[in-house]
T-cell receptor
Framework: NAGVTQTPKFQVLKTGQSMTLQCAQDMNHEYMSWYRQDPGMGLRLIHYSVGAGITDQGEVPNGYNVSRSTTEDFPLRLLSAAPSQTSVYFC?????????????FGNGTRLTVT | GDSVTQMEGPVTLSEEAFLTINCTYTATGYPSLFWYVQYPGEGLQLLLKATKADDKGSNKGFEATYRKETTSFHLEKGSVQVSDSAVYFCALIPASGTYKYIFGTGTRLKVLA
């Protein structure tokens, strides 16, 4: 089983460039989300989706856009990259929003903005 | 707002030592509590969980008990192995049912042979 697949694994951008981080899951999960992981700050929620066509903001949404046109895919777009967006990004999904539905994480994308 | 506080790392232990990683939380009502583990180069994966007071979650020799009176969910293992070296995250889902995980900052564990 592929689970949650993120691409690319590594990316270097210059300030002002845009890019899309890809996330796909093959488990027919309803819920998908994006987190960023920074040293000393744990994981912070950027955006999430409770189903195709529905997205909402998390804790740190500024500078990022998302869309959910299919159940499987949940891309994260950086509109104009800034050094403050240097981080490791994780996509996660779960079957639904019940407490007994654990999050399944991808292996992450390490982004550096110079 | 709701929050999770974990002990600072890194924690370095010898193989077969006893492990405790402290986790306390601030939340209204009865949140659901979780421990996730992140092995090098990978995403997080669920280690164990507890959804009501006095519940004990357990998996792979790890245990944690939901203590409402002390708002704690400390992770313990009686005998660690080198393969347990990872970063451990305590997390909660608020009782309000918003399903927005709140993660602690993570505690890195290094086990020496």
């Amino acid at each position: 089983n592929a689970g949650v697949t993120q691409t690319p694994k590594f990316q270097v951008l210059k300030t002002g460039q845009s890019m899309t981080l890809q996330c796909a899951q093959d488990m027919n999960h309803e819920y998908m989300s994006w987190y960023r992981q920074d040293p000393g700050m744990g994981l912070r929620l950027i955006h999430y989706s409770v189903g195709a066509g529905i997205t909402d903001q998390g804790e740190v949404p500024n500078g990022y856009n998302v869309s959910r046109s299919t159940t499987e895919d949940f891309p994260l777009r950086l509109l104009s990259a800034a050094p403050s967006q240097t981080s490791v990004y994780f996509c996660a999904s779960s079957r639904d929003r019940a407490d007994n539905s654990p999050l399944h994480f991808g292996n992450g994308t390490r982004l550096t903005v110079t | 707002g709701d929050s999770v506080t974990q002990m600072e790392g890194p924690v370095t232990l010898s193989e077969e030592a006893f492990l405790t990683i402290n986790c306390t939380y601030t939340a209204t009502g009865y949140p659901s509590l979780f421990w996730y583990v992140q092995y090098p180069g990978e995403g997080l994966q669920l280690l164990l969980k507890a959804t009501k007071a006095d519940d004990k979650g357990s998996n792979k020799g790890f245990e944690a008990t939901y203590r409402k009176e002390t708002t704690s969910f400390h992770l313990e293992k009686g005998s660690v192995q080198v393969s347990d070296s990872a970063v451990y995250f305590c997390a909660l889902i608020p009782a309000s049912g918003t399903y927005k995980y709140i993660f602690g900052t993570g505690t890195r564990l290094k086990v020496l042979a």
